[in-house]
């Protein structure tokens, strides 16, 4: 499975974007799917996830309330709403397919398949 995000890129404090992950060689249905993101100097981190088949959803605290993650298995995509973005919120965004456990929903290396990256970078 190859994974594609788009939608990243330069918006200023407060505004909104709306990140998208396409897969192709294979579909995402049967896999759990996340986001996860890594500012420089920093680790990466994970910021959200989403069942099989979108019923649960998981957050991280710092984006909760202000980012909603969602998938069309129909499209075999994945799908990032960012609003009141932060400074905070400037990384390179990666989703991610994986069957981890409630437990490893956060660890990256229970994920099989990568996106390449997109850059989101928020202004003051």
């Known amino acids: 499975v190859q994974l594609q995000a788009s939608g990243g890129g330069l918006v200023q404090a407060g505004g909104s974007l709306r990140l998208s992950c396409v897969a192709s060689?294979?579909?995402?249905?049967?896999?759990?799917l996340a986001w996860f993101r890594q500012a420089p100097g920093k680790e990466r981190e994970w910021v959200a996830g989403i069942r099989t088949s979108g019923g649960y959803t998981y957050y991280a605290d710092s984006v909760k309330g202000r980012f909603t993650i969602s998938r069309n298995n129909a499209k075999n995509s994945l799908y990032l709403q960012m609003n009141s973005l932060k400074v905070d919120d400037t990384a390179v965004y990666y989703c991610?397919?994986?069957?981890?456990?409630?437990?490893?929903?956060?660890?990256?290396?229970?994920?099989?398949?990568w996106g390449q990256g997109t850059q989101v970078t928020v202004s003051s």
């Open positions: 060689g294979g579909t995402l249905s049967s896999y759990s």
């Open positions: 991610a397919a994986g069957r981890p456990i409630l437990s490893e929903l956060r660890r990256s290396s229970a994920y099989y398949y």
